[in-house]
């Protein structure tokens, strides 16, 4: 078990090379806008399938937040997609235990499928309304404190300068 060693790059995470991919999914696991549209357009159809039947039989009243759950990542180059619903602040969930939540989540789920590579975008730093800076701060600290079997590089997306800048400072 150790601590993976941690990478920030400003990009695209739908064409990244790495054993999982993290969306910031809703509930539904449907899809959306964002990184989640972004990584559907990607995958094509037989991601939505698989994340149809995830839903069916596992979370028929949808994933709740701060959980994750993997499937095939389709035409991606990388072999998984682990999907995760950040809290969302415009309906009051400002609890950052939420957030950490989504992060080792992932990471555990990712680790338990055998991956060594996972790259995450800035969970709930778009639509759901969080300061770019306190994502990176529980991303990075949340990260930083686990402990993984399998799992030794953990690669953050990010989108935008901004928010790039805004990992490199909680990396330190
Ligand atoms: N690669 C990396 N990062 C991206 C990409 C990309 N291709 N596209 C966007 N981002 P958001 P949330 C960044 O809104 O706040 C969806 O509709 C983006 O700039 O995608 O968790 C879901 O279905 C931002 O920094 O996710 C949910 O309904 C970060 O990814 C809802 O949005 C997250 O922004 C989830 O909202």
Request: aromatic share 4%.
């Given at each position: 078990?150790?601590?993976?060693r941690i ?22 696991l ?6 989640d549209g ?25 994933l709740?937040?701060?959980?994750a759950?993997?499937t ?8 998984h ?17 939420l957030?950490?939540?989504c ?13 060594r590579?996972?790259?995450f ?6 639509v759901?309304g ?12 949340t ?7 399998n ?6 997306v ?5 928010s ?6 909680a990396?330190?």
């Amino acid at each position: 078990m150790a601590t993976p060693r941690i990478e920030i790059t400003l990009g695209d995470i739908t064409t990244e090379d790495v054993d999982a991919v993290v969306n910031a999914a809703n509930s539904s696991l449907l899809g959306g806008g964002g990184v989640d549209g972004a990584i559907h357009a990607a995958a094509g159809p037989d991601l939505l399938a698989e994340c149809r039947r995830v839903r069916a039989s596992d979370y028929p009243d949808g994933l709740p937040t701060g959980r994750a759950v993997i499937t095939g990542a389709g035409r991606m180059p990388a072999r998984h997609v682990v999907h995760t619903v950040g809290p969302n602040r415009h309906v009051g969930q400002t609890d950052p235990a939420l957030l950490e939540s989504c992060f080792r989540e992932s990471l555990r789920v990712a680790d338990e499928a055998g991956c060594r590579s996972v790259a995450f975008p800035a969970i709930s730093a778009g639509v759901y309304g969080w300061n770019v800076h306190e994502v990176a701060r529980i991303a990075v600290r949340t990260v930083q404190t686990a402990s993984c079997e399998n799992v030794d590089l953990v690669r953050f997306v990010l989108f935008d300068k901004r928010s790039e800048d805004a990992f490199q400072l909680a990396l330190g």
